[in-house]
């Protein structure tokens, strides 16, 4: 930070961090940095944010790892992005065990996957989050029951997705991910409601799918092979079902396949469309 | 989950996908999964683990972004390869905003630093971590003071490594790192408690050294002929002053140089020294 702090043209560099030094200075006074403003920002709410304040957003993660990596790279790059790039954002992940949320939903036990993915938001609210999302779409299965139970505000990942969709337009969309997220009738549930039909590929199509999910994306596994079945699923589901695009709806598959590999298609990143939505919550307050 | 389960062959996963459940519907009884089973996490303390539990890791990272998740990812896969492989270990990580940080470092604003790392630990603790790591070295300028100030104990990656390093029997180590870290005099004094010398580069190498630190590793650009330089670098350390290793004493540093780049030389990677005693940790109750 103290290079060429003796040249006019280095000047800006040093006032951004004499700016720093005493932002960073209130934010002690006023935030973390005592017993106080550590209690002030554990117990501050919406309800009392100040104006430029940036919220916390709260990360159920691991679910696999990979994605939350995508999510933590994504928010941070866009946040820098959209504010001119001084700071960078505060983020709490709580990453959990993925092997034991997926025998959970497998084994059909939605209440006891509830209560659990609403108890490690109870975390994240325990550390100051303002808000949460769960970085992936599998849980969200249980999304409706894991808000009312959770003490702090949650963004779905579902809901934003359906938005963005509509306001692109689209009016039926393809649906990737795993059998839970193409069978579970969530993501159907919130597009009919936006007024978009949901097309899943066929029950062999979706074992085939579902058997890559589980055992290989979740393990960071990425084969050219599998993308281009997935393309391929992509390309017949256009032709019989008329689909304008496609939901990556599990939050791996963008690490598989992009636009790029889906010419002529609108290709619906959700793990995107969820951090764009959480850093327009972050920055709520700054209008 | 379900896959083959009408095969014989499969069983085992069947059976593990079961364990699975019970043991998360355990660990929703006795766990985060009620008020009262979060309370008592939330409230657990080393001094009332049980045998068999995982100490949850709080991770004060975002210092920066790239060695966060090179923790996060050596974590999980080395907390898998020591167990097994069958769970996800538990991590809470509490990004923080590098810049300020860094100012406050640059400024010399010691107590401001440590008050406000503290007080980021706090945030940690409330979410139930057991322990608490600050994934950098530059930070561990006021290690002592965030221990002494935080609620949760904390693992130091300075005396970790010096640990490591006097059972590997080196008497002479080469320091790389931010300028803060080669001049903080902090892995002196530590090293110096376990015998070893520590050799920092000339003042114009170190200059070189903290310049792309700053401008380009804490930005994830990595670029061969920075690498080439830093490897003669540790070559003339060596012909001059009889270095044994090289303390990689930045957590980007690892993701430049490896054992590849030094040989002949020992490397010491300072963050798979403290991710490893993060899993001693972890499971200090699984004996």
């Known amino acids: 930070m103290a290079r060429g702090t003796g040249t006019p043209v280095e000047m800006p560099r040093v006032r951004r961090a004499v700016f720093l030094v005493q932002n960073g200075m209130r934010r002690m006074r006023e935030g ?29 993660g691991g679910i696999g790892p990979e994605s939350t990596i995508d999510y933590y790279r994504l928010l941070i790059a866009r946040f820098r992005e959209r504010t001119g790039g001084a700071d960078y954002p505060p983020v709490l992940v709580n990453s959990i065990d993925m092997t034991a949320m997926l025998a959970l939903v497998a084994a059909g036990n939605l209440d006891a996957l509830a209560a659990y993915l609403a108890a490690e938001t109870d975390r994240l609210n325990a550390a100051g989050a303002d808000f949460v999302v769960m970085a992936s779409n599998t849980p969200h299965i249980v999304f409706d029951e894991v808000r009312r139970r959770a003490r702090v505000p949650m963004l779905s990942i579902v809901e934003e997705t359906a938005g963005h969709a509509l306001s692109q337009g689209y009016t039926k969309l393809g649906l990737f991910g795993t059998r839970f997220t193409m069978q579970g009738g969530f993501y159907q549930a919130a597009f009919e409601e936006a007024g978009i039909a949901i ?40 032709a019989d079902s008329g689909i304008e695009g496609l939901i990556l709806g599990g939050t791996e598959l963008p690490l598989v396949l992009g636009p790029a590999d889906l010419p002529g298609m609108g290709v619906l990143n959700t793990t995107a469309i969820h951090v764009e939505a959480m850093i327009d919550r972050m920055l709520s307050h700054n209008a």
């Open 32 to 60: 973390p940095g005592t017993a106080e403003g550590l209690q002030h920002a554990l117990q501050r709410r919406p309800g009392n944010m100040k104006k430029g304040d940036v919220m916390v957003p709260g990360i159920i």
């Open 199 to 238: 097309v899943t590929p066929s029950a062999e199509e979706q074992e085939f799918i579902h058997e890559k999910y589980m055992g290989e994306f979740v393990k960071g596994i990425f084969r050219d092979e599998v993308k281009s079945a997935l393309v391929a699923t992509a390309g017949r589901m256009r």
